[in-house]
């Protein structure tokens, strides 16, 4: 790993300041960057800490919202969303493993936006608010393919919010290997329709399938899908599943999801 | 190079490193903790894990400077005052729980984890726990079993998932 100095801040302020020098980066729980630097595909000259950053940690919830600190933990979220929002805390309890969810942070997944992550799903099928130093994002304006968002270079995800739906579910077809999901598959009722926020199916990152959403606002039943199939053209493709397979997953995880959420 | 110090197993010890120095090599060969096992470059093994702040992390997937002013456990202060193993140490040996070892560390340094969470985990609990620790050799149902008889179960003979 090529060498880099080390900065942390302890306010937003420091941390945008310590962003704008050339080369700089930021650092979440290094669960994605740290194996990215060793290969090499991150050079870094400085990186900039975030985990001691002030009031970007925990997990608050008020008026049907639960807020999460940018920098905090999956565990934490598994652990402290686990009343008011099951479904988003049962997902985060999924994530990688002990050890990953003792460091990974919400901000540094969703800055992240692996096309095989799990909470790029929550976020998107909550229709949550992504807030930054600078502005709040939308989930629906955030995610912008593979590995892309909104955020500009120096912007820090400071925290993240989510609508708390009647009844949600997270269904992750496990990859074993990278504990990444094959496929995954969130959905939430809300009063005024449901959202489905797929994950690891396609070529363009997390995405809504719409036609599923129309069927299920309609009615909220697995079996309101039994004639729906999603085109498996722009699915991702590779030695753990075809385009076919993960298009037949995608049926599956959500049908699943409906059953299961509460 | 930066000057990094933090409690060890009790004791404060500290070391120089640099930015990039990660936490395994600044307990093996800053400070010659080798008891920290580093198999792998993917943060998938698990044959480093260590306690930082009491949660069991991957040391290969931190940076020095991130646990400057911490408390860290490793497997070398597992052993009871008297040196001899601990429950869960002694456990894997009772049931052999390890063959060549390499996995060990990470392997007790999580159960430790698991065990102070969860005292009583279920055979699925501990199976759910131990997913970021590979083993090569055991096929992991003695490693199942020795954490079965360290939490005080009774050890059935556990069946293949
Ligand atoms: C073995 C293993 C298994 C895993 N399994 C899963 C899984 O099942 N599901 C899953 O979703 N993920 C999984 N992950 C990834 C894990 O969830 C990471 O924690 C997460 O993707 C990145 O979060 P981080 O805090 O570690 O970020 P880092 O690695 O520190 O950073 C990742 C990127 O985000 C940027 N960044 C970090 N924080 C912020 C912020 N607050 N604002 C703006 N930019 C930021 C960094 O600059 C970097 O570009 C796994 C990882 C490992 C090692
Ligand atoms: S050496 Fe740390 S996970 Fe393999
Ligand atoms: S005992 Fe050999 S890797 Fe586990």
């Keep these: 790993m090529n060498n880099f100095e080390f900065v942390k801040p302890s306010t937003v302020e420091e941390a945008s300041a310590a962003l704008q020098s050339e080369g700089a980066q930021a650092l979440g729980g290094g669960?994605?960057?740290?194996?990215?630097?060793?290969?090499?595909?991150?050079?870094?000259?400085?990186?900039?800490?975030?985990?001691?950053?002030?009031?970007?940690?925990?997990?608050?919830?008020?008026?049907?919202?639960?807020?999460?600190?940018?920098?905090?933990?999956?565990?934490?979220?598994?652990?402290?969303?686990?009343?008011?929002?099951?479904?988003?805390?049962?997902?985060?309890?999924?994530?990688?493993?002990?050890?990953?969810?003792?460091?990974?942070?919400?901000?540094?997944?969703?800055?992240?936006?692996?096309?095989?992550?799990?909470?790029?799903?929550?976020?998107?099928?909550?229709?949550?608010?992504?807030?930054?130093?600078?502005?709040?994002?939308?989930?629906?304006?955030?995610?912008?393919?593979?590995?892309?968002?909104?955020?500009?270079?120096?912007?820090?995800?400071?925290?993240?919010?989510?609508?708390?739906?009647?009844?949600?579910?997270?269904?992750?077809?496990?990859?074993?290997?990278?504990?990444?999901?094959?496929?995954?598959?969130?959905?939430?009722?809300?009063?005024?329709?449901?959202?489905?926020?797929?994950?690891?199916?396609?070529?363009?990152?997390?995405?809504?399938?719409?036609?599923?959403?129309?069927?299920?606002?309609?009615?909220?039943?697995?079996?309101?899908?039994?004639?729906?199939?999603?085109?498996?053209?722009?699915m991702i493709s590779d030695l753990h599943g075809s385009q076919e397979y993960r298009a037949h997953l995608v049926g599956v995880m959500t049908r699943r999801a409906v059953e299961s959420a509460s | 190079m930066t000057k990094v110090t933090m409690t060890i197993n009790g004791k404060p010890r500290s070391g120089d490193a640099e930015g990039r120095t990660l936490l395994s090599s600044f307990l093996r060969d800053e400070l010659g903790l080798t008891g920290t096992h580093v198999g792998c470059d993917t943060s998938q093994c698990g044959a480093c894990v260590v306690?930082?702040?009491g949660k069991a992390v991957k040391s290969c997937t931190m940076f020095a400077a991130e646990a400057d002013g911490a408390e860290v456990d490793t497997i070398e202060g597992q052993a009871n005052a008297d040196g001899s193993l601990n429950v869960i140490q002694q456990a894997f040996q009772d049931y052999h729980g390890l063959q060549c070892g390499f996995c060990t560390p990470g392997m007790v340094m999580s159960a430790a984890a698991l065990?102070?969470?969860?005292?009583?985990?279920?055979?699925?609990?501990?199976?759910?726990?131990?997913?970021?620790?590979?083993?090569?050799?055991?096929?992991?149902?003695?490693?199942?079993?020795?954490?079965?008889?360290?939490?005080?179960?009774?050890?059935p003979a556990v069946a293949a998932e």
């Excluded at chain 1, 800055?111 to 709040?136: E, H, M, Q, V």
């Excluded at chain 2, 055979?123 to 149902?141: D, M």
């Design chain 1, 31 to 234: 669960q994605t960057l740290l194996p990215t630097m060793k290969q090499r595909l991150a050079s870094p000259e400085t990186l900039v800490s975030l985990t001691g950053v002030e009031g970007m940690v925990g997990v608050s919830a008020s008026d049907g919202t639960v807020t999460v600190g940018g920098t905090t933990t999956h565990a934490q979220v598994a652990a402290e969303a686990a009343s008011a929002y099951p479904a988003l805390a049962a997902l985060a309890g999924q994530i990688g493993d002990p050890a990953v969810r003792n460091r990974g942070t919400i901000g540094g997944s969703l800055a992240n936006n692996d096309p095989a992550a799990c909470y790029p799903s929550a976020a998107l099928g909550s229709g949550a608010s992504i807030s930054t130093n600078k502005r709040n994002i939308a989930a629906d304006d955030y995610f912008q393919g593979m590995f892309e968002t909104a955020l500009e270079e120096d912007e820090i995800i400071t925290s993240v919010s989510f609508p708390v739906p009647e009844a949600a579910s997270y269904q992750k077809f496990l990859q074993p290997a990278s504990r990444f999901a094959l496929t995954g598959v969130f959905v939430a009722k809300f009063p005024g329709g449901v959202r489905v926020a797929v994950t690891g199916a396609s070529n363009n990152g997390v995405f809504r399938w719409t036609e599923a959403e129309e069927a299920l606002s309609k009615e909220f039943r697995a079996d309101a899908l039994m004639d729906l199939r999603i085109n498996h053209l722009n």
């Design chain 2, 115 to 155: 065990l102070k969470e969860n005292p009583i985990p279920s055979e699925a609990e501990i199976r759910h726990y131990l997913e970021g620790n590979i083993c090569r050799c055991t096929g992991y149902h003695n490693i199942v079993r020795a954490i079965l008889a360290a939490s005080g179960q009774d050890v």
């Design chain 2, 51 to 53: 306690h930082v702040n």
